[in-house]
Structures are given as C-alpha cells and as structure tokens.
C-alpha cells in the first residue's frame, strides 16, 4: 500500500512502540504513591518534557488529553467557562469540527456570538480581515496553525499578539503542525495550543493541550483531580509515553525531513499538472505544510478516485466530511469560493517520511490513468456509483 492519507493518521513509528510496549509493564495508577505508581509518574512527566520541548512550552503548561478533538473541546469550552458575561467569538471558516462545532454549541447554548473569517480563495487568510472581526467584547479567538485538508499555514504569529491588544484570548489548533514546522507557543504568544500524537507517528487516543501559565481554565470533567485538576481521569501511561517518544524524534528530525518531503510533495504536484488537463492545486501560492497537497481534478468526483486509487493500491482522501450518510465537501474547502462540484473533485495527497521517490513514481503513472477513465465513464454518460466501485 503507497499511504498518502499522513493528514488523516500516521503509521506508528518503530521506535515509538517498541516505547509503548515497555510502557504496557507500567501496571500502576500514576496517582499511586508507591513504587509502582511512581515508576509511571516518572515515565509521563518524561513525556510531557519531550512534548513541551517540541512546542517551545515549559512541562508545567502542557495537560494531556485524549486527542486534539478534546484539547480543543477543553481550549474553548474552558475558556468560555471562566467568562463572566458571554461574548464574542472568532475563528476563520478553514478550523476543525471540533472547533467550529465547539463555537456553534457556545453560540446556540451558552449565549455567545461566534464569528468566521473565511480565507482568501487562494487559501491565504487576511490577518487584517481576520482582525476586524474582532470586537471590544471578543473573548476568545481561534485559528489553526496549518490547515488539515490543503495545508495552508495561517499567521498565528502576528494575529495572537493583535488579538491579545484587543482584550481577546487567542487558541490555536496545532495538530497538523506540530512535527511537520516548528511550533513555539511563547514565541508565538499563543495562550492555547491543541495537540495530538497520531499526526506525528504516536498512538491514537492522545493528545495534549498547552496552558499558558497562570490562564484560569474551567475543567470539563470532574473526578480525581488529575493533571493539575484540569482534566481527571487515569491517565493513558503507554499512549502518552508513545506521544513523548514521538514528539522527541519529531524534534530531533524535523529540520532534515521537511525540506525532503517538500521537494517530493512538489514533484508530485508537478507531475500531476504536467500529465491531467484541468489539474489545479488548493492554496499553492501561500505558504503550506510540506507534506500537503490537495488537487482538484476537474469533472472528476474525488470519491471516485478515492476508491479507484484504493483498488490500485494507493491510499488518499477527499476533501469531504460524512455528514449524516452522504459524501458533503467539507466547509473548509467550500468556504475557498469553489462550486460544490469542484470542492468534491478535491483529492489530498498528504506524505510522510516514510514516502518515496519510487511510490511517487507509480503515483504520477497511476493516477492520469485512473482520472481519464473515470472521465471517460462521466463523458459517456455512464453513472458509476462508489458503490459499485467498491465492490469491485
Ligand atoms: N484538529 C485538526 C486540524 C485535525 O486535523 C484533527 C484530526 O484530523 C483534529 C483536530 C482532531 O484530532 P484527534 O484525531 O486527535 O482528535
């Protein structure tokens, strides 16, 4: 299988569980007192050091969560909850789900107002755009790192210290970032920033959320008290020492690996542009993610390709988010002013360390093939259901 899916997950790295496996030995409640408990305290605050070394945190400010879909839920939801009086909220139209989700229920249950800044059509968010949207009682504004679906990086740098000057806390949702660019919360001047570890070659199922210190947070789940109160329950010892390992290779590999996955991403878009008429790539003129690529074969539906692709061994995914059993282009794609049909002719190609020249090689044979066929079923008139597709 050539895995061009590393936006959706990563594979495990070796090394990181080879970590989980010794970790599985480490029987004993973290909380515990006794020798047992504190051999797996010890292994989790090595981890949290490893996390907050790649994202530029002291340990004390990074809480481990069950993913970046709850340190977001914790960021906004914990935030809100320390408002004395409902307020204002920001994000652009590009965020996750579960952040934009998390805004809509404070805007319907919790009295706030939620506002969405949607980017340019070329991807590119306007920080001046994005800063208007800001009024006297915005409480808390929130805009990603790097896009999941086409990769664009948004200014976080600028727009926090802006935000802040205008009385507005400023969250930032980090996933497809952290181990891809390097990611600095203090230099940043971010006071919330979501994390998970299986964008980065860790286990599922784990994710952290930086504090800033001293920011007040409401937690969500009350319990045992665990991670410094702000989110009981036992934690999840071999998937956090996973996340540390993980975060420490990251680290340690993230200079040499981004300029070489870049350079493949581009021969990859730029074969794709040279074979298929009608090729266009998502947000190519600003900057992106070095592992992202979304491409809109025009005339073509992405799932289509998806599952053609699939039966050649090639693994991809749409820019469409399952909504109540049918295939809808997402909103993050949509809000870049294309049509509905060309949002679901958006195809992600999303790399890893792990690809190589000779997967792209077979990649760039493969799918011309595989987009003049499925056009030429379109031209004759023919309708080919994903269905069928996948019961072949
Ligand atoms: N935020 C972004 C930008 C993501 O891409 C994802 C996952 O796709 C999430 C949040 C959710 O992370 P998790 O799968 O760890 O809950």
């Known amino acids: ?85 409902p307020g204002r909220l ?6 996750h789900p579960s952040v934009a989700q998390a805004m809509d229920r404070l805007a319907t249950r919790g009295g706030f107002e939620s506002v969405v800044v949607a980017p340019r059509p070329s991807g590119v968010l306007d920080p001046d755009e994005l800063l208007a949207a800001i009024a006297a009682d915005t409480r808390l504004v929130s805009v990603m790192a790097a896009n999941n679906e086409y990769g664009a990086l948004y200014p976080v740098a600028d727009l926090a210290p802006a935000a802040h000057a205008r009385g507005a806390l400023f969250h930032t949702d980090a996933v497809q970032a952290a181990g891809r660019i390097p990611v600095d919360v203090r230099a940043w001047q971010v006071d919330l ?3 998970s570890a299986h964008k980065m070659h860790g286990p599922k199922g784990v994710g952290a959320l930086y504090v800033r210190r001293g920011l007040p947070l409401q937690a969500h789940t009350p319990g045992g008290g665990q991670e410094k109160k702000l989110r009981a329950g036992t934690e999840n010892t071999a998937g956090i020492v996973g996340f540390g390992c993980a975060a420490r290779l990251a680290r340690e590999r993230l200079n040499g690996e981004a ?29 992106r993610l070095p592992n992202t690529s979304a491409v809109l074969f025009e ?31 997402s909103p993050a794609i949509r809000s870049l002013g294309l049509s509905l049909e060309q949002a679901g002719s958006v195809v992600r190609f999303s790399l890893s360390r792990s690809t190589t020249d000779s997967e792209l090689t077979r990649v760039l044979e493969v799918v011309p093939r595989i987009v003049a066929q499925a056009r030429q079923v379109g031209s004759d008139g023919a309708i080919e259901t994903v269905e069928e597709l996948a019961r072949r």
Do not use: W
Request: net charge negative; charged share 25%; glycine share 12%.
């Open 1 to 85: 299988m050539i895995y061009l899916d590393n936006n959706a997950s990563t594979k495990l790295d070796a090394e990181v569980a080879v970590a989980m496996a010794e970790a599985a030995d480490l029987f004993g409640n973290p909380s515990s007192v006794h020798a047992e408990g504190r051999m797996a305290r010890r292994r989790i605050e090595e981890a949290r050091d490893e996390v907050a070394r790649l994202v530029g945190a002291s340990s004390e400010e990074i809480f481990f969560t069950s993913g970046g879909t709850e340190s977001n839920a914790l960021a906004l939801f914990g935030a809100a909850g320390q408002t004395q009086v």
């Open 90 to 95: 920001v994000r652009t139209a590009a965020e």
């Open 193 to 195: 920033a979501s994390f």
């Open 259 to 287: 300029a070489s996955i870049a350079a493949r991403r581009d021969r990859l878009e730029r074969g794709l542009c040279e074979r298929i008429p009608g090729v266009r790539v998502i947000g190519a003129g600003g900057s």
């Open 299 to 329: 005339g073509v539906r992405g799932e289509t390709l998806i599952i053609r692709l699939d039966l050649e061994g090639i693994a991809v995914s749409t820019g469409s988010a399952c909504s109540s059993g049918t295939l809808l282009p």
